[in-house]
């Protein structure tokens, strides 16, 4: 069991890796009485073509991920939700394109809130009925996104941007992918990607380290697995041209919602944090609320407070998204461009930069006074080799002249994609 302080926070991460290759870390809050776990593997929506560790190659339906979250709550006795329930927690999951989460969030029986979390995660109970009951479940789900106009304009976005990546599928699949989907196919996600070499579990609030990990160690001892390996992901190439420039429907919106951003070169090297920082600064440092450009957009009702920027990147893609609601889409998006082909072009002053750096500081330590927050944060770093705990420090050693080489590399007109919800119906 090794420990890490981290002076500057004020915090110390507990940490194992155990026989069958989970890794274990454990914050303790002094103080709180909340306790959040969240257990996750590295396997999300875009994990739809792998080679195994014993060397098979498989192609999967898109949307496994997510329909395997859904019935991993079902156990042969009842749902989980109500056992965690009658446990005084409060559990969820969900999937991303590069991950899949389980969590539960209680103020006591903390002890067995985690046995049961570890207990239904690593015990699959899939049957031919169960699964095809939920495949009319979540296509009603794929059914009703198609009326929601934020998830609409979001995968817009992406949609034009990607060409062959599958980060442009939804997370959901299709109707005819989830249709396609059967018990031995889950198993065989399952059982490549839910092995604990490939898992982390992140404890943080109110507990005692050492007895949080004995805890998962006495349990997990209990448990065998099979050996471990690599699992090989496979992309297409994906060029770096956007597919279409811009991608336009109707619904019943009261304003339109527009949605823009540049395509970058992925990076899933350790330098990887490191350029997703950099680029969320730079864009801070142009777009941020405290900018003059966001109070004359304001002004103009060309936006409203909920305009906003991030940055996403993963296995094999790196984009910018920005934007909200707007009474004119194509004035924002140009107003924002320029402001933003400007910086590449010009720079970003250094008192704009520095205030720039002190905002995002500032985020980042209200940040972890969440536990939610915190644990959601540090499993997505882990997963793509980054330390949640060393954000403060990478952004205190980011340069100007950083800054300003991302702002050229990644504001470029011929990487732009547009998504843009008009009013009206479909």
């Known amino acids: 069991m090794a420990k890490q302080a981290y002076p500057k926070l004020q915090e110390t991460l507990w940490h194992e890796k155990l026989d069958n290759g989970l890794e ?31 060397g098979e190659t498989i192609k999967v339906p898109d949307g496994i991920a997510h329909f395997l979250e859904h019935k991993m709550f079902e156990e042969p006795e009842g749902d989980i939700f109500t056992r965690f329930a009658s446990q005084g927690a409060s559990a969820n999951a969900y999937t991303s394109f590069d991950r899949t989460a389980y969590l539960f969030t209680a103020t ?32 009603q789900e794929i059914d009703m996104y198609k009326d929601n106009p934020d998830w609409r304009v979001y995968f817009g976005l992406i949609e034009a941007m990607y060409n062959r990546h599958p980060v442009h599928i939804d997370i959901a699949g299709t109707a005819d992918s989830v249709r396609s989907i059967t018990k031995e196919m889950l198993y065989d996600c399952y059982n490549t990607f839910y092995h604990p070499s490939n898992m982390t579990l992140f404890v943080v609030g109110g507990v005692d380290p050492e007895e949080t990990l004995a805890r998962v160690k006495k349990d997990q001892a209990g448990k065998t697995f099979p050996p471990g390996g690599e699992i090989k992901r496979h992309f ?15 619904l019943p919106v009261s304003l339109p919602k527009c949605l823009f951003g540049f ?7 350790n330098e990887a944090m490191r350029r997703e920082l950099a680029t969320k600064l730079m864009l801070e440092a142009v777009l941020g609320s405290s900018t003059a450009l966001y109070q004359q ?5 060309l936006i409203s407070d909920g305009f906003g920027h991030e940055y996403n990147t993963g296995p094999g893609y790196a984009f910018s998204m920005i934007g909200g609601e707007t009474r004119d889409p194509d004035e924002m998006v140009k107003r924002v461009s320029d402001a933003l082909y400007a910086a590449a072009n010009e720079g970003i002053a250094e008192e ?13 330590l209200r940040m972890m006074n969440s536990p939610e927050a915190i644990a959601g944060e540090f499993t997505r770093y882990r997963h ?17 002249d950083e800054i300003n080489e991302r702002a050229k590399e990644h504001a470029r007109s011929e990487r ?4 843009v919800v008009q009013s009206g119906t479909t």
């Open 297 to 301: 957009l304001y002004d103009e009702n």
């Open 24 to 54: 274990v870390f454990v914050l303790p809050k002094p103080g709180f009485t909340k306790t959040y776990a969240i257990f996750t593997t590295k396997y999300g929506s875009v994990d739809n073509h792998f080679t195994r560790p014993d």
């Open 108 to 139: 006591g029986e903390v002890e067995a809130n985690l046995d049961t979390l570890l207990h239904f995660v690593q015990n699959p109970y899939f049957t031919d009925e169960n699964v095809e009951k939920e495949k009319g479940i979540i296509v």
């Open 263 to 269: 395509k970058d070169e992925p990076h899933d090297s």
């Open 416 to 419: 732009r994609a547009v998504s």
């Open 236 to 250: 297409e190439s994906e060029p770096l041209q956007v597919k279409q420039e811009r991608k336009e429907l109707q």
């Open 352 to 364: 704009i930069f520095e205030r720039a750096r002190r905002k995002k500081i500032g985020a980042f």
């Open 384 to 400: 793509r080799g980054g330390d949640l705990f060393t954000v403060v420090e990478t952004y205190e050693s980011l340069t100007l």
